[in-house]
């Protein structure tokens, strides 16, 4: 079905955009407080708010098969398991009813073998039966699982069963994919290296034949051409050269775009920009040369950008005590680069998808309580051997079956925002139940009249009755307090000063953060 969201329309099921565009609210499913842009192609998630403009929506999902209504169903399971805490405390609360019982039989007979009244012997029996809380001991744990479920689902952290939370909070070394979980996973431009002529001529004669390409190192270049605002030229007699790049002419100007072997079989001289290839090559990056009527103009390098929320999320891991190891298929150089920029010390570079399993376990082996945090495609048999497996950028796939928690953003700062719920649920649940046990032991011997020999200390049934009560009650107010847990924030981005535009100086870095920009030559 095809359907028209109109601006402050709830969009009724899981769709993609055929036309139009629009800011979308998408904070109730995925926790995002900013607006989303959408527009066609993009997919849309029922239950999120259309803002802004009209959108014309393709639906793929609805009913029990939307975004929505899986975590809804994800929440209930969660909510509804047991962790292995709770089956212990189970069971303590059924013997803890047979305990109460006996104990209410002998306290009446060890009375009435002491010489007191009937009267006064049924009544310290009954205020043990009654003061005796199997309650407290039962709402100890599914109280906290509870509310650290929900608090999860409120921040897009979505916890597939009670073992998952129990398990994040013992969690010692975080495991994470590089590309699409640290990284965009998109090509961004690093470095412009100009030589012979002016920066906004030279990236608009390389726009202009990338434009002709659907390389995606040719759409990065293009993006960084827009932002910059240089001038859109037409590119003609367009020529891929598979493998190596691309040629075309540009305002009557032909105009080379692709690496060393290209420009080595058009007879191009790269003179010193070949060392400067050389270098930012060697650092990690991707150079593209380009060459103008047949003389080399300067180097583009490329890489894949970090997440801006990456440093902020190895910080938190590192400031909670966790090891964060980057786990990467590509190069050393490369995934150093992104190590380095990040702040994490350990990277296993180049391994192949089918050996990322092995990498866990051997963290394992070496002691460690080891979660994955990957995609859930390529990464499913890691996220299947790791202690816990966490599936980041899930979107609208929140069934990943062999991930343990599913976060619905593609935000790292999710991931020790997960192990930071694990750990404040699991305090509650031993607070509760230190509480739980320490309020039976004290009250069983007060109700007793274990005291009132020695104290005239004696506790009336009704006395007994509201204590039992408050006693189930400070259980579950000290499992809302969960909701007060202080979570990571991302860092707010400092505002920009406002600044008269300047053309750049030869040899000097623009401003513009990830990027260096070096002109060469006539001014």
Aim: net charge negative; hydrophobic share 50%; glycine share 10%.
């Amino acid at each position: 079905d095809l359907l028209l969201i109109r601006p402050g329309s709830k969009i009724p099921v899981d769709g993609v955009v055929e036309d139009g565009e629009s800011e979308v609210d998408e904070s109730m499913v995925t926790g995002e407080s900013l607006p989303v842009h959408k527009a066609t192609g993009s997919e849309v998630i029922g239950a999120s708010v259309n803002t802004t403009g009209t959108l014309r929506v393709r639906a793929t999902k609805v009913g029990a098969d939307t975004a929505l209504a899986q975590i809804v169903a994800l929440v209930q399971q969660a909510q509804n398991s047991k962790a292995p805490g709770q089956r212990l405390a189970d069971r303590a609360a059924f013997w803890l009813v047979l305990v109460a019982l006996i104990g209410g039989g002998l306290t009446l007979a060890v009375w009435l073998l002491a010489g007191a009244s009937f009267a006064m012997a049924m009544l310290f029996a009954i205020t043990v039966v009654v003061i005796t809380c199997p309650d407290a001991l039962g709402l100890a744990t599914p109280t906290a699982i509870m509310v650290g479920t929900g608090l999860g689902a409120q921040r897009g952290v979505l916890f597939k069963n009670a073992t998952a939370l129990e398990t994040a909070a013992r969690i010692d070394t975080v495991v994470m994919d590089k590309t699409g979980t640290l990284t965009k996973g998109e090509p961004e431009v690093t470095d412009v290296v100009v030589e012979g002529m002016a920066e906004e001529e030279f990236l608009a004669l390389t726009a202009a034949v990338e434009r002709e390409s659907e390389h995606p190192l040719a759409e990065a270049v293009v993006r960084e051409a827009d932002a910059r605002g240089v001038p859109v030229l037409v590119a003609e007699r367009f020529r891929n050269v598979p493998g190596h790049g691309a040629s075309a002419e540009v305002n009557g100007r032909r105009v080379l775009v692709g690496n060393a072997k290209l420009m080595a079989d058009e007879d191009v001289d790269l003179g010193t920009l070949g060392a400067r290839r050389d270098e930012l090559a060697g650092s990690g990056r991707t150079a593209v040369l380009v060459a103008v009527d047949g003389r080399a103009a300067g180097v583009i390098a490329l890489a894949d950008a970090a997440r801006e929320t990456s440093v902020a999320a190895v910080a938190a891991l590192h400031e909670a005590g966790v090891q964060v190891v980057m786990l990467s298929g590509d190069n050393t150089a490369t995934a150093r680069r992104i190590a380095d920029q990040l702040g994490i010390d350990t990277v296993i570079a180049e391994v192949l998808p089918g050996d990322k399993a092995a990498r866990i376990t051997e963290l394992q082996q070496a002691g460690k309580r080891v979660a994955m945090v990957g995609d859930g495609v390529n990464d499913a048999p890691a996220l299947a051997q790791a202690d816990l497996g966490i599936a980041i950028g899930a979107g609208t796939d929140v069934a990943i079956e062999t991930a343990d928690v599913v976060l619905m953003r593609s935000d790292p700062l999710d991931v020790p925002i997960a192990l930071q719920i694990g750990r404040g649920t699991l305090r509650k649940m031993r607070q509760n139940l230190g509480w739980a046990i320490g309020y039976n032991a004290i009250a069983l011997p007060i109700a007793a009249g274990v005291f009132e020999p020695a104290f005239g200390l004696v506790l009336r049934p009704e006395i007994a009755a509201l204590s039992m009560s408050g006693s189930s009650f400070l259980v579950a107010v000290n499992a809302l307090l969960l909701k007060r847990l202080r979570l990571p924030e991302a860092p707010e981005a400092p505002a920009a000063e406002p600044a008269a535009p300047r053309a750049p100086e030869p040899g000097v870095a623009l401003t513009r953060p990830n990027l260096r920009s070096t002109t060469r030559g006539r001014r």
